[in-house]
């Protein structure tokens, strides 16, 4: 059974930065697709980024160029670089991995307030 474990929310003032982490339990190289998705209140679950078995990235319009997804196939780790975070970003962010099932993380909470 495939594991997400994801890591590295919190409290963040605008403007400011966030790392996330998703640890898998086996190899990363298993999945087509990982990518990070996120819920706020009220709200669907929507995609923020993703990365392909080849590091070909997508990233939501609301995302791009302060966003930054990557992996290190090593430590079977996808990361997402968080720049310039503003209050709308703040979310229950998910990992998401795919082969021919689909595995969800648990969640990590983001809240950008001053």
């Known amino acids: 059974q495939v594991q997400l474990v994801e890591s590295g929310g919190g409290l963040v003032q605008p403007g400011g930065s966030l790392r996330l982490s998703c640890a898998a339990s086996?190899?990363?190289?298993?999945?087509?697709?990982m990518g990070w998705y996120r819920q706020a209140p009220g709200r669907q679950r929507e995609m923020v980024a993703i990365?392909?078995?080849?590091?070909?990235?997508n990233y939501a319009d609301s995302v791009k160029g302060r966003f930054t997804i990557s992996r290190d196939n090593a430590k079977n780790t996808v990361y997402l670089q968080m720049n310039s975070l503003k209050p709308e970003d703040t979310a229950v962010y998910y990992c998401?991995?795919?082969?021919?099932?689909?595995?969800w993380g648990q969640g990590t909470q983001v809240t950008v307030s001053s």
């Open positions: 990365i392909t078995r080849s590091s070909t990235t």
């Open positions: 086996g190899s990363i190289l298993s999945f087509n697709i």
């Open positions: 998401k991995a795919v082969t021919f099932l689909v595995y």
